[in-house]
T-cell receptor, first 117, second 114 residues
């Protein structure tokens, strides 16, 4: 089975610009979550998408938005980039409704590293 | 809110040494607990998990026991190898978020020397 793939792997933007990151979920998974991992920190939950709708959101401003497509792939969009948005953005897929012993097990991609100058 | 606290790294050990990485948590209700590992240039991989008190998760020689009374989930391995060098993250998912979100600790880097 294919894993989670993300693109691009690296990109550089300037402050104020907009960025779109893409994610293809693992085969058989119907839910996509996005996390932001700043350098030297643990990942922080941005939001989750299920059935093409946002299904939970962390403490991130509205300029962070997303989409999920009928094939369960997803995009993360960030508007008005700030220097603090520089981070590794991780996509993770899972299968809603197939929770294993009460735990929603995620499969992560390798991430997209965004640098904002 | 939920939070996870891990011991700071880096942790440097010789091959075949015993490993402990401490993890404590604060959560509402009864969370599920996880250890994830991140190798250089790769995404996070689930190492092990436990979903209720006194459960022991285990995988690849690593173990962790869900201790509700001490709100801890310490990671242990009896004999580490150079290939275990990576960053280890403790995480939880709580019923307050419908178990949709993982809350991670800040990670502990393990370096194993031959």
């Amino acid at each position: 089975e294919t894993g989670v793939t993300q693109s691009p792997t690296h990109l550089i933007k300037t402050r104020g610009q907009q960025v779109t990151l893409r994610c293809s979920s693992q085969s058989g998974h119907n839910t996509v979550s996005w996390y932001q991992q700043a350098l030297g920190q643990g990942p922080q939950f941005i939001f989750q998408y299920y059935r093409e709708e946002e299904n939970g959101r962390g403490n991130f401003p509205p300029r962070f938005s997303g989409l999920q497509f009928p094939n369960y792939s997803s995009e993360l969009n960030v508007n008005a980039l700030e220097l603090d948005d520089s981070a590794l953005y991780l996509c993770a897929s899972s299968s809603m409704g197939q929770a294993f012993e009460g735990a929603n097990v995620l499969t992560f991609g390798a991430g997209s590293r965004l640098t904002v100058l | 809110g939920n939070s996870v606290t891990q011991m700071e790294g880096p942790v440097t050990l010789s091959e075949e040494a015993f490993l402990t990485i401490n993890c404590t948590y604060t959560a509402t209700g009864y969370p599920s607990l996880f250890w994830y590992v991140q190798y250089p240039g790769e995404g996070l991989q689930l190492l092990l998990k436990a979903t209720k008190a006194d459960d022991k998760g285990s995988n690849k020689g690593f173990e962790a026991t869900y201790r509700k009374e001490t709100t801890s989930f310490h990671l242990e391995k009896g004999s580490v190898q150079v290939s275990d060098s990576a960053v280890y993250f403790c995480a939880l998912s709580g019923p307050d978020t419908g178990r949709r979100a993982l809350t991670f600790g800040s990670g502990t880097r393990l370096q194993v020397q031959p």
